[in-house]
């Protein structure tokens, strides 16, 4: 069966700080991954998504950036952070054939 | 532009109760739509899927119908129990490489 890990569960960085969030899906291969952000008020919203290796596409600007070093790996990261970049981070990936979407447990990010 | 819709926001009902929780969207040339559970601070967890040529799916307690032509989708959950609470998400998918499009969810509470 598939499994989706993400970690850290929770983070707590400084401003101007970096951040690295990774997710690694099991069971599977060659899927299709997403990084969702959450905000307060239960919005998900869709920040970059990845057919393959080392391809990314993002969704908004921001001041995140996305790779996918290995084919079931996925990281998120900042060089530096905003408070505006907490929230709760969420990795997904999808079966090609039905496009069913899987989450990881996310990951809770506050930026002070 | 797709656009999904959760009304309403909130419910709360006694234990046993049959519900139904509702979504709405914009366009209704969809690929598929699928129906999330989310517990607090916890990831998503995926319950039913339904393609664009099913009209409904269904998972033990849970019931999911798809109306495509009137833009809707509703989930019945049959004798509602207490470890039912939690918000409720349902996504839309466009096409075969689109993004899921999620509504803001309805927040459940079945009172004991």
């Known amino acids: 069966s598939q499994t989706i890990h993400q970690w850290p569960a929770t983070l707590v960085q400084p401003v101007g700080s970096p951040l690295s969030l990774e997710c690694t899906v099991e069971?599977?291969?060659?899927?299709?991954l997403y990084w969702y952000r959450q905000a307060a008020g239960r919005g998900l919203q869709l920040l970059f998504y990845s057919v393959g290796i080392g391809q990314i596409s993002s969704e908004v600007p921001q001041n995140l950036s996305a790779s996918r070093p290995q084919d079931r790996q996925f990281i998120l990261s900042s060089k530096k952070l905003l408070l505006s970049d907490s929230g709760f981070y969420l990795c997904?990936?999808?079966?090609?054939?039905?496009?069913?979407?899987?989450f990881g447990e996310g990951s809770r990010l506050t930026v002070l | 532009k797709q656009e999904v819709t959760q009304i309403p926001a909130a419910l709360s009902v006694p234990e046993g109760e049959n519900l139904v929780l509702n979504c709405s969207f914009t366009?209704?040339?969809?690929?598929?739509l699928q129906w999330f559970r989310q517990d607090p601070g916890k990831g998503l967890t995926s319950l039913l899927l339904?393609?664009?040529?099913?009209r409904e799916q269904t998972s033990g307690r849970l019931n999911a119908s798809l109306d495509k032509s009137s833009g809707r989708s509703t989930l019945y959950i049959a004798a509602s129990q207490p470890g039912d609470s939690a918000t409720y998400l349902c996504a839309v998918k466009n096409n075969q490489g689109g993004k899921l499009i999620f509504g803001q969810g309805t927040e459940l509470s079945v009172k004991p």
């Open positions: 997904a990936w999808s079966r090609l054939n039905t496009g069913e979407l899987f």
């Open positions: 069971g599977t291969s060659n899927p299709n």
């Open positions: 366009d209704s040339a969809i690929y598929n």
């Open positions: 339904i393609q664009s040529s099913q």
